[in-house]
C-alpha cells in the first residue's frame, strides 16, 4: 500500500474512534439524565412549571380574663404577582385596573419598583382586601393575565368594645433597615411585625409557621390552579394569649378618661393581675387590619396630644402629695418619730430666706401623722423630713419600687427617678442644693419622678402587706405562682398606712372623701402636684376591700386636672362602684360553701 492510502487510512480510523468516543460519552451521559439523574432533573422542570405560594400563619388571638375577644383574626384575599414573570406582559396586567377600581400606571409602577434581584423573584402585593366580587370578575378571566396569583391570609380584627391601645399594641410591616435583624428569624421584607405593646413583646408566640400551597403555571406563567400531588402545607397558628384585663372594666375606664390626658390603672394586689390599664388619649386600631401605614404613624408620633405616649409605664410626673406615704413609712421605720406627736400648723412655714405655704388657710391647727395624711397638710411634712433625713427618704423610695420598673409584660418601661445625694450633687455642682430641695421633695415635688405604674405598686404593698408584686396583663399560671419581693417593714407599720389611708376617705375633713362608696371600705390619698404649663396634675390612689376580703388598688392620674380630691378622687369612686356590681361582695352562705 503507498505512503499515501496509509495516512488516508490512519485518518480514517481516527475520525471513527472519535465518532465512537463521542457516541459512548453521549450515551452514557444520555444514561446518566435518562436513569441515575431521572428524579432530580425531573424536579427542575417541575418546579420550572411551579409556583410556590407562600400561607402566612394567622396571629394568635387575645383573649380578656373571662374568655372575650380583644383581637381576633378575619379572613383577606391579596392579588399578587412575581415581577420577574410579568415585566414582558405589563400591557395585559395594566388591564386588571377596571376590575380594581384603580389607575393602570399604579401596577406598572408597583411591578417596576422591584429593581433588586432579591425583589424581582419576590411577590407584590397589587391590590389587598380584593371583595368576592372583584375576585369572581378576576377569576373568569384570568387567562387574560398572566403572572398573578391570590394569596389568602388572615389579618386582625378588633371585635371589642375596649380598645386597650397601649396594651395590644399595633403591627408594623419589616423595614428595609431593620430587615438584617429579622431575616435570620426567617422574616421575609415587607412581614408584618409587632412593633409595640404586647404584639410586640410576644412576637415569637402570636407570629406561628406558615405553610405554602403549590400551584401549576404553563408556559406563558399563567396560573392554572393547584397542584393535586403537592398538598397544600397549611400554616400552624399563633398561640392564644389571656389577658388579665376585664373588657367591661377596661371600656368603663377608657370611657371616664374620654377627653382628658392620664392615666387610669386597676390591679389586684397580691397577684398583680390588672384589670384595667387606660392611657389617654389613646388611638383607634379598628379601621388598621394590618400594619399601620407609615403616614398615620409619623402623625401619631407628631401629634401634641402625644396619643402614643404609654402614659402609665412611660408617662414621668411629680407624684405630689401622695408620696407624703413615703415619707410616713421612712419616719416609722427609722423609729426617728412618734406618731401621735402633734405640730401646729398655722399655714406657714419659714425655711432660712424662703416661705413655704400649707395647701388651705389659715392652716389645720395641731395634727399628728395620721391626722397630716388624713388632710394632707404640707406643714407637717416640711419639719418631718428634716427629721427623717435625706438618705433615709432616698432609702425608702427605692424599697417602696420606685427609681426601678416594675417588671410589667410591657416593652421599654421607663425607670422614673429617685434624686439620690450623688444626683443632686451633679445637677446642682455650680450653686449646691440645700434642704430647702427636700421639703419640696417631700411633698413629691422638684427633681422626684415617678410612673403610674410606679404608684399602683407601692399602693398595693400598702394594702397587702409588704409585698412588691410585678403588675403584669398576661394571664399566666407560671407567673402567678412566683413569690414577690418582701419589703422588711415591721407589720405595725403596714397597719398604720393602711388606718391613715381609711381615714383619708372615711374621716372628718379627709381629702379623698369623694372616693367613697357603699359597700366596701375604701382606703385612698389624694395629691395635686404643681406643673409649670398649667393646672396641676391630679393624683388619687387606693384600693378597696369587701366583705369577703377581696381588694382591688385604683390610681388615677389627669393631667393638668387640678385637684386630686375633686378630680382624680370621684373617677376612682366610679371605679369602685362599677367593680362593685360587676364582682359583687359573696354572702356569708357563699362564703362558707367556698370553704
Not at 369577703?548 to 362602684?577: H, I, K, N
Request: some cysteine; proline content about 6%.
Amino acid at each position: 500500500m503507498s505512503t499515501a492510502g496509509t495516512a488516508l487510512l490512519g485518518r480514517r480510523n481516527l475520525m471513527a474512534a472519535v465518532i465512537i468516543i463521542l457516541l459512548v460519552t453521549i450515551g452514557v451521559r444520555f444514561f446518566q439524565f435518562q436513569i441515575i439523574l431521572h428524579d432530580k432533573y425531573a424536579s427542575y422542570a417541575e418546579n420550572n412549571s411551579i409556583r410556590t405560594v407562600r400561607l402566612r400563619a394567622p396571629r394568635g388571638i387575645i383573649l380578656d380574663r373571662n374568655g372575650y375577644y380583644l383581637v381576633t383574626n378575619r379572613p383577606q384575599f391579596n392579588l399578587a404577582v412575581i415581577p420577574a414573570e410579568v415585566e414582558h406582559s405589563l400591557t395585559e396586567l395594566e388591564s386588571l385596573s377596571r376590575f380594581l377600581e384603580i389607575e393602570p400606571e399604579y401596577i406598572s409602577n408597583l411591578v417596576s419598583a422591584a429593581d433588586g434581584l432579591y425583589q424581582r423573584f419576590q411577590p407584590v402585593t397589587l391590590y389587598e382586601d380584593v371583595s368576592f366580587i372583584q375576585r369572581s370578575h378576576i377569576e373568569e378571566h384570568r387567562l387574560e393575565f398572566p403572572g398573578i396569583f391570590f394569596v389568602d391570609h388572615t389579618i386582625r380584627h378588633y371585635p371589642s368594645r375596649a380598645r386597650a391601645t397601649h396594651v395590644i399594641g399595633y403591627l408594623r410591616n419589616v423595614a428595609e433597615e431593620d430587615f438584617a435583624e429579622y431575616r435570620k428569624d426567617g422574616y421575609r421584607m415587607g412581614d408584618v411585625v409587632g412593633f409595640a405593646g404586647l404584639e410586640k413583646l410576644l412576637e415569637r408566640q402570636l407570629r406561628g409557621e406558615e405553610g405554602y400551597r403549590y400551584h401549576l403555571v404553563d408556559n406563558l406563567l399563567r396560573d392554572l390552579g393547584e397542584i393535586p400531588h403537592k398538598p397544600t402545607q397549611y400554616p400552624v397558628p399563633g398561640d392564644s394569649i389571656r389577658l388579665t384585663l376585664d373588657v367591661d372594666m377596661q371600656a368603663q375606664g377608657e370611657r371616664l378618661m374620654e377627653g382628658r390626658r392620664g392615666s387610669l390603672i386597676v390591679m389586684e394586689p397580691t397577684t398583680g393581675e390588672i384589670y384595667v390599664f387606660v392611657s389617654a388619649p389613646d388611638y383607634v386600631l379598628g379601621p388598621f387590619v394590618g400594619p399601620i401605614p407609615q403616614t398615620l404613624w409619623e402623625y401619631w408620633r407628631d401629634d401634641p396630644a402625644k396619643v402614643m405616649l404609654n402614659r402609665p409605664i412611660n408617662g414621668l410626673y411629680p407624684p405630689g402629695s401622695i408620696y407624703k406615704l413615703v415619707a410616713a413609712a421612712a419616719a416609722l421605720a427609722g423609729g426617728r418619730i412618734d406618731p401621735a406627736a402633734t405640730v401646729e400648723c398655722n399655714a406657714v412655714y419659714q425655711f432660712g430666706n424662703r416661705v413655704f405655704h400649707c395647701n388651705i388657710w389659715p392652716g389645720h391647727g395641731v395634727v399628728d401623722l395620721k391626722d397630716a395624711l388624713r388632710v394632707s397638710c404640707n406643714i407637717y411634712f416640711y419639719k418631718l423630713i428634716q427629721q427623717i433625713g435625706f438618705e433615709a427618704w432616698v432609702e425608702m423610695s427605692l424599697m417602696l419600687g420606685f427609681g426601678a420598673p416594675t417588671g410589667i409584660d410591657l416593652p421599654q418601661e421607663s425607670l422614673g427617678q429617685v434624686p439620690t445625694k450623688k444626683y443632686m450633687d451633679r445637677k446642682y455642682a455650680a450653686e449646691g442644693w440645700t434642704a430647702g430641695h427636700l421639703l419640696n421633695m417631700v411633698l413629691g415635688q422638684g427633681d422626684l419622678l415617678v410612673t403610674p405604674i410606679q404608684v399602683v405598686r407601692m399602693t398595693a404593698a400598702i394594702a397587702n402587706g409588704g409585698l412588691l408584686v410585678n403588675p403584669r396583663l398576661v394571664l399566666d399560671p407560671e407567673l402567678t405562682s412566683r413569690s414577690p419581693e418582701v419589703i422588711k417593714l415591721p407589720g405595725w407599720i403596714w397597719n398604720y398606712l393602711q388606718e391613715a389611708m381609711y381615714e383619708v376617705v372615711n374621716g372628718e375633713k379627709g381629702t379623698g372623701f369623694r372616693a367613697k362608696v357603699p359597700g366596701a371600705k375604701i382606703y385612698g390619698k389624694t395629691g395635686t402636684a404643681q406643673n409649670p404649663h398649667g393646672n396641676g396634675h391630679s393624683w388619687f390612689t387606693g384600693y378597696l376591700e369587701t366583705e369577703d376580703g377581696r381588694q382591688l388598688v385604683v390610681t388615677v392620674l389627669v393631667e393638668t386636672g387640678g385637684l386630686g380630691s375633686r378630680v382624680a378622687a370621684p373617677l376612682a369612686a366610679e371605679v369602685f362602684r362599677f367593680y362593685l356590681e360587676r364582682y359583687p361582695p359573696a354572702k356569708e352562705g357563699q362564703l362558707a360553701q367556698a370553704h
